[in-house]
């Protein structure tokens, strides 16, 4: 069994910085192996992706079109953790975050994290 455990969520003011952090513990082989990211998922709407950084050393990074280079996905596989540095948020940034960590059939989810943007 794999968790995944997110913080860093709270409520901030439009243009207004946030940094979401997830550490993985439990039964997982090497996370280093896997990719890790996060989604998020507003309300009446489907998750989806914001940023994902692939694992076994490659490191490239997907990131959806809607975030830009407002936020920057890192991970630190000593600490089993990735983290989303979040800039310029904007209200439609609103919604819980989850994060993500997968590899080949092995899919694992956080319980998610809200992040609320509002003036």
């Known amino acids: 069994q794999v968790q995944l455990v997110e913080s860093g969520g709270g409520l901030v003011e439009p243009g207004g910085s946030l940094r979401l952090s997830c550490v993985a513990s439990?039964?997982?082989?090497?996370?280093?192996?896997?990719?890790m990211g996060w989604y998020r998922q507003a309300p009446g709407k489907q998750r989806e992706l914001v940023a994902t950084?692939?694992?076994?050393?490659?490191?490239?990074?997907n990131y959806a079109g809607s975030v830009g280079d407002r936020f920057t996905i890192s991970r630190d596989d000593a600490r089993q953790a990735v983290y989303l540095q979040m800039t310029e948020l904007k209200p439609e940034d609103t919604a819980t975050y989850f994060c993500?960590?997968?590899?080949?059939?092995?899919?694992?989810w956080g319980q998610g994290t809200q992040v609320n943007v509002s003036s």
């Open positions: 993500y960590a997968g590899r080949l059939r092995d899919h694992f």
């Open positions: 439990g039964n997982l082989f090497s996370i280093s192996l896997y990719t």
């Open positions: 950084r692939s694992g076994s050393g490659v490191g490239d990074t």
